[in-house]
């Protein structure tokens, strides 16, 4: 099946679509050049710059069918990082662009991730459900589904929206797939067991994670927890808070590296983010679907297909 890939980020939604041998991703496109870089030293030649809403003008050409589109809009207008009372902006019409560019190629299967925020913030919910209405509209039926990374092998507590459609389906036909092939995980410990892969505290017991809108207290985490949810944003150790996890800095490592939070991201460590800066890096780690959920997401949709 030929794959199209819309705001693919460095890669992590694409990663099973690449692995599976039913897939052939030909073309992923994303404005941000340093994600480009990133997913064309893991994949080459297969990414390129784009403003992906150009792919909807009338004079753009896609030179090939896709048999499947995915993608995963820019969700920062819609995330719990962001407060609950602002009204979405620019960005957020970025799943309508997704949207329309399902129903230009119409493909018979597409994808498309997002946080769960956006089926209750400020006009979030209107975006989801004139999408959803498009979408049936133009024939597809949608699986829509919120889903804890952690049961498909992901040690966080991240949460997404993933919605399937197939042209020509029916709603939530994709429910028992996705749910027979639950991987679930309880601690970044149980992860590694399971999957003969290493978090390297470095000798610490706990870590230190600072999320912005957490920022007084769940910030310290040791391998027998789920991670919080990894963001793009992290910063060093300035003080703890009483209900942290650990009081006692000797045991805390406090200023982990991306290559940390891309092993927690399920990122194999084959995976090369290249000479970027750290903080480039975790920008790219922070936006990416966790590998190891792509990786079953694609079998699901290859093992219906077959």
């Given at each position: 099946?030929?794959?199209?890939?819309?705001f693919?980020?460095?890669?992590?939604?694409?990663?099973?679509?690449?692995?599976?041998?039913?897939?052939?991703?030909?073309?992923?496109?994303?404005?941000?050049?340093?994600?480009?870089?990133?997913?064309?030293?893991?994949?080459?030649?297969?990414?390129?710059?784009?403003?992906?809403?150009?792919?909807?003008?009338p004079?753009?050409?896609?030179?090939?069918?896709?048999?499947?589109?995915?993608?995963?809009?820019?969700?920062?207008?819609?995330?719990?990082?962001?407060?609950?009372?602002?009204?979405?902006?620019?960005?957020?019409?970025?799943s309508?662009?997704?949207?329309?560019?399902?129903?230009?190629?119409?493909?018979?299967?597409?994808?498309?991730?997002?946080?769960?925020?956006?089926?209750?913030?400020?006009?979030?919910?209107?975006?989801?459900?004139?999408?959803?209405?498009?979408?049936?509209?133009?024939?597809?039926?949608?699986?829509?589904?919120?889903?804890?990374?952690?049961?498909?092998?992901?040690?966080?507590?991240?949460?997404?929206?993933?919605i399937?459609?197939?042209?020509?389906?029916?709603?939530?036909?994709?429910?028992?797939?996705?749910?027979?092939?639950?991987?679930?995980?309880?601690?970044?410990?149980?992860?590694?067991?399971?999957?003969?892969?290493?978090?390297?505290?470095?000798g610490?017991?706990?870590?230190?994670?600072?999320?912005?809108?957490?920022?007084?207290?769940?910030?310290?985490?040791?391998?027998?927890?789920?991670?919080?949810?990894?963001?793009?944003?992290?910063?060093?150790?300035?003080?703890?808070?009483?209900?942290?996890?650990?009081?006692?800095?000797?045991?805390?490592?406090?200023?982990?590296?991306?290559?940390?939070?891309?092993?927690?991201?399920?990122?194999?460590?084959?995976?090369d983010?290249?000479?970027?800066?750290?903080?480039?890096?975790?920008?790219?780690?922070?936006?990416?679907?966790?590998?190891a959920?792509?990786?079953?997401?694609?079998?699901?949709?290859?093992?219906?297909?077959?």
């Amino acid at each position: 099946m030929k794959v199209l890939s819309l705001f693919c980020g460095c890669g992590g939604l694409d990663f099973g679509f690449h692995e599976h041998p039913s897939f052939s991703v030909l073309k992923s496109y994303d404005k941000n050049a340093n994600a480009v870089h990133v997913y064309n030293l893991n994949y080459p030649g297969t990414a390129e710059v784009l403003n992906v809403p150009d792919i909807i003008l009338p004079e753009f050409s896609l030179h090939f069918k896709p048999n499947i589109i995915i993608g995963g809009p820019p969700c920062q207008e819609f995330s719990a990082a962001r407060g609950k009372h602002k009204t979405p902006g620019e960005r957020a019409n970025m799943s309508t662009v997704f949207r329309n560019a399902v129903l230009r190629y119409m493909p018979e299967f597409f994808v498309m991730e997002n946080v769960p925020q956006m089926l209750t913030t400020r006009g979030g919910k209107d975006i989801h459900e004139a999408n959803v209405q498009a979408f049936r509209e133009g024939g597809y039926g949608l699986t829509v589904l919120k889903v804890k990374m952690s049961e498909y092998n992901v040690p966080q507590t991240r949460q997404r929206l993933i919605i399937i459609g197939r042209h020509g389906g029916s709603d939530n036909e994709f429910v028992e797939e996705m749910e027979r092939e639950k991987a679930p995980v309880i601690s970044m410990q149980d992860y590694m067991q399971k999957n003969d892969r290493i978090i390297d505290f470095k000798g610490k017991k706990y870590a230190y994670i600072r999320r912005p809108f957490h920022k007084d207290c769940n910030n310290v985490f040791c391998a027998e927890d789920l991670c919080p949810t990894v963001t793009t944003v992290h910063s060093p150790l300035s003080h703890l808070h009483s209900k942290d996890k650990c009081q006692d800095k000797n045991l805390i490592l406090e200023d982990p590296q991306s290559a940390f939070f891309a092993a927690i991201q399920t990122f194999p460590p084959s995976f090369d983010f290249g000479d970027l800066h750290e903080f480039s890096k975790m920008k790219l780690i922070g936006n990416a679907v966790p590998p190891a959920f792509s990786t079953i997401l694609a079998r699901v949709i290859a093992d219906f297909k077959n």
